[in-house]
């Protein structure tokens, strides 16, 4: 979608950079594609100030693009993110289709709706009587890829006819 990414900006809690998952994953997957990589990091929990020092901070570093990780403050800060990142000119993958709907670029997601009701069988299964330990751990295995077209032109970018084919959600 972007060849001429040249550096990568992260931005993600602190925690989930210093001792989760995701920082180490995110690393390693710089490391192995040879993209310098930038991590912009906010406190959990984070304000509008917190994001807007972020991404202003991508930019001084010199990322030309950049991942937003999902966590419990993105969802609810969704706009001001979209904006914000719109503002900076950097093209962005994010992990909620919702921030694509805000006009954000892309996401590579899972379906948080059917997450939801899952959670929602099993709390349900819960206060009939099961026992947690019992009810059986769903680990999704189905993600979603969605493009923002607009935004793509507002970028610049030509989107990939093998990309757009694969694409589970096109926002035009």
């Keep these: 979608m972007f060849p001429a990414m040249s550096k990568l900006a992260c931005l993600l809690a602190r925690d989930q950079w210093e001792v989760g998952a995701a920082g180490g994953a995110l690393r390693a997957a710089s490391e192995q594609a040879g ?4 991590s912009v990091l906010v406190e959990f929990p984070t ?3 917190g994001f807007r020092d972020a ?5 001084r570093q010199g990322a030309n693009s950049i991942i937003v990780v999902d966590n419990p403050d993105v969802a609810p800060n969704r706009a001001l993110i ?3 990142v719109a503002a900076a000119r950097l093209p962005a993958i994010y992990g909620l289709f919702e921030l ?3 006009g954000g670029l892309m996401a590579y997601s899972f379906d948080l709706a059917d997450l939801s ?3 929602a069988q099993n709390i349900d299964a819960i206060l009939r009587g099961a026992y947690p330990g019992d009810i059986p751990f769903y680990q999704n295995t189905r993600y979603e890829l969605s493009i923002n077209l607009k935004t793509a032109n507002t970028l610049g970018l030509a989107v990939p006819k093998t990309l757009l084919a694969a694409a589970d959600k096109v926002v035009e």
Aim: proline share 5%; net charge negative.
């Design 35 to 38: 993209i310098p990589i930038v």
């Design 47 to 49: 304000n509008e100030a």
């Design 55 to 59: 991404i202003a901070e991508a930019s």
């Design 82 to 84: 979209v904006d914000l």
């Design 100 to 102: 694509v709907e805000a």
């Design 117 to 119: 009701k899952r959670a």
